[in-house]
C-alpha cells in the first residue's frame, strides 16, 4: 500500500537547497532550487531568515512560477535562506502542504525542509495529536516541528536531536534556525543524498556555506563542492564555524542506487561518482549482457539517454535520437487517470521516422514501472517503420514500491510485480527486452558486484529488501 493519497502517478522526490552568510540568500536559493526542479515540480518555497525575522514564499508551482517575480525574491531579505522543491510522497498536492515548513517557538522561529520519507510518521502523529498537538499540514515532516516542541531539552540543536532520533525513514534534512544557525543531515544510513559547498569570497564571518541534494545546483551558483554529508552526519553551521556530530554513530550507509539510474541529474556527482559516467557504465554492461544484433541504439528522453550513450559505444551500433522529446512536458504526469496519462507520454515523446524506418531499433530507457511509457513509445516506433523493437533497461526490473521518499505506484500497478519478463516483452509489444543484471548494476557503479553493493545502497524497489522497518505500513497506518 502507498501511503500517498495522490499515488496514482509516476515516480519523483524533492530537492533542498539552503545558503548560509551570503548576500542575496532568497535568490541564490531560487537559482539553486532551479537546478534541483528535476526532483520535484508540484511546489516550491523559500524562506528566509534576516538576523531578526524569518521571511517565506511558498506556492504550487514550478520555481520559475512561483519565484519569477523579483518583488518576490526581495520579499526574502537576509544572508541566510533555505528552499525547497516538492514533489509529494506523504500529503497531496495542496498549498499547506508546501515545504519549508515553518514555525513559532518559545525561542524563536524554525523551518525545515525534507527530502525523503518517514516510515512511522503516521505512528507518531497519532500520538502527537492524542497529546494535543494541531498539525497544520499532512505531511510527515510535519512530526519535525511537533517533536522538537514537545522536546525537553533547553536549546535548539538538542530538540532537533531528540526529534530525529525518534523517526524512522529516509531523511535529508536543511533546518533554519534563529540561535543555531543552519542544519544539515542525512538519515543514519543516507538514503538520500546532500552535499556540502562553499562559495568562494564570503570567508568573513564564516559566510558562504552551501547545502544542497545535488552538486549540479552547487554549480549553479558558482560554489565549490566540499564534500558529501555523510550518513547520519549533522552539519551546524553559524558564525563560529561549521560544526559535525554523528549522534547514531556509524550504521553503514544504504544510499538510494535509483538515484544514480534515475532521479539525479546527469552532471551531479553522487557519492564522488558522476552520474553521466554511472550512467553510461550501465548501458555498456547491459550491452555486454544482452547484446543483440541491430541497427540503431535510441534512447527513451530523458533520463534513457547517457545509457543509450554507453550502451551504443559497447555495442558498435550507431546511437541516434529516433525518439524526440517535447521540453514544454514536464518530466512526469501528475495527472490521476490512465488516459490522461496515455495521452501525456505521447504529447512528450515523437517518433523521428527518418531515423527508425526499415531499421531494428534498440531501445534503451532506465525503467519500467507500469510500462505507460513503454507501450507508447514501442507503438509509436514500430508505426515509423521499424522492422524490429528491442527493448533494453538500465535498472533491475521495479517489484515493489519505495517508502523512502519516492513516490511510485502501489504494488499491483508495477509491471514487473505481476508480469514475468517474457510477459511484460509480450504486453509492451518488443521482440525481446532485457533488463541490467544486479551485478551488472553494481560493477558500473565501481563495486565488485550485487554481494558489496547490497551493502551499500537500497535496492528494495527491485529486490524487497527494505533496510529501514516499514513501521506504518506494519501497523496499517497511513496518513
Ligand atoms: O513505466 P512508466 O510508468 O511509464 O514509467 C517509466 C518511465 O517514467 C520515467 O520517465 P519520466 O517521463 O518520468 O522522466 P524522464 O524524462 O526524466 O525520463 C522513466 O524514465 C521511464 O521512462
Ligand atoms: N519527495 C519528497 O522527498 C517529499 C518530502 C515529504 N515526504 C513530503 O511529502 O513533502
Ligand atoms: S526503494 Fe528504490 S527508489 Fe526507494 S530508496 Fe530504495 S532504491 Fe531508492
Ligand atoms: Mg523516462
Wanted: net charge negative; hydrophobic share 40%.
Amino acid at each position: 500500500m502507498n501511503l500517498n493519497e495522490t499515488s496514482n502517478r509516476p515516480y519523483e522526490e524533492c530537492g533542498v537547497f539552503g545558503v548560509w552568510g551570503v548576500p542575496d540568500a532568497a535568490a541564490l536559493t531560487a537559482l539553486g532550487l532551479h537546478a534541483l526542479q528535476h526532483r520535484g515540480q508540484e511546489a516550491a518555497g523559500i524562506v528566509s531568515y534576516d538576523g531578526e525575522r524569518f521571511h517565506q514564499h511558498k506556492g504550487l508551482g514550478l520555481v520559475g512560477e512561483v519565484f519569477g517575480d523579483s518583488r518576490v525574491i526581495a520579499s526574502l531579505p537576509g544572508p541566510v535562506a533555505i528552499g525547497h522543491n516538492r514533489y509529494a510522497t506523504t500529503g497531496g498536492t495542496h498549498v499547506r502542504n508546501v515545504q519549508p515548513l515553518y514555525a513559532d517557538y518559545e525561542f524563536g522561529g524554525l523551518s525545515v525542509a525534507h527530502n525523503g520519507n518517514l516510515t512511522n510518521s503516521a505512528t507518531l502523529k497519532q500520538a502527537l495529536v492524542k497529546r494535543g498537538c494541531i498539525f497544520q499540514s499532512m505531511t510527515d515532516t510535519e512530526v519535525f516541528i511537533h517533536l522538537i516542541a514537545i522536546s525537553l531539552y533547553s536549546n535548539v540543536l538538542d530538540r532537533f536531536l531528540d526529534a530525529v532520533k525518534q523517526v524512522k525513514g529516509a531523511y535529508s534534512l536543511i533546518t533554519l534556525t534563529p540561535n543555531d544557525g543552519l542544519i544539515g543531515m542525512r538519515d543514519p544510513l543516507g538514503v538520500r543524498p546532500l552535499v556540502l559547498g562553499r562559495l568562494p569570497g564570503h570567508e568573513v564571518g564564516n559566510g558562504g556555506w552551501v547545502l544542497s541534494s545535488e552538486t549540479c545546483a552547487l554549480d549553479i551558483i558558482g560554489a565549490e563542492y566540499v564534500r558529501d554529508i555523510e550518513p547520519g552526519e549533522v552539519v551546524v553551521i553559524d558564525e563560529t564555524g561549521i560544526r559535525s556530530l554523528h549522534p547514531f554513530g556509524d550504521q553503514g550507509a544504504r544510499f538510494c542506487v535509483f538515484e544514480h539510474i534515475y532521479f539525479a541529474r546527469p552532471d551531479s556527482v553522487l557519492e564522488h561518482v558522476p552520474v553521466y559516467e554511472a550512467r553510461k557504465k550501465i548501458g555498456a554492461e547491459l550491452a555486454l549482457e544482452s547484446g543483440v544484433e541491430a541497427d540503431v541504439v535510441v534512447p527513451v528522453p530523458d533520463s534513457g539517454v547517457p545509457s543509450a550513450v554507453g550502451y551504443a559505444a559497447q555495442s558498435n551500433i550507431p546511437f541516434e535520437l529516433g525518439i524526440i522529446r517535447n521540453h514544454y512536458v514536464g518530466r512526469t504526469f501528475i495527472e490521476p487517470t490512465d488516459q490522461i496519462r496515455n495521452l501525456g507520454v505521447k504529447m512528450k515523446h515523437s517518433a523521428n521516422r527518418a531515423v527508425l524506418a526499415g531499421k531494428r531499433v534498440i531501445l534503451v530507457d532506465d525503467s519500467i514501472v507500469r510500462g505507460t511509457t513503454s507501450r507508447k513509445i514501442v507503438d509509436m516506433v514500430r508505426a515509423a517503420g521499424a522492422t524490429e523493437v528491442h527493448m533494453r533497461i538500465t535498472s533491475p526490473p521495479t517489484k515493489h514500491p519505495c517508502f523512502y521518499g519516492i513516490d511510485t505506484p502501489e504494488e499491483s500497478k508495477l509491471m514487473a510485480a505481476t508480469h514475468t519478463v517474457e510477459e511484460m516483452a509480450k504486453a509492451i509489444g518488443v521482440e525481446s527486452l532485457a533488463f541490467v543484471s544486479f551485478d551488472g548494476l553494481y560493477r558500473a557503479l565501481g563495486h565488485n558486484g550485487r554481494a558489496e553493493g547490497a551493502t551499500r545502497y537500497c535496492d528494495a524497489c527491485f529486490t524487497g529488501d527494505y533496510p529501514i522497518s516499514l513501521v506504518d505500513k506494519e501497523g496499517n497506518l497511513v496518513h
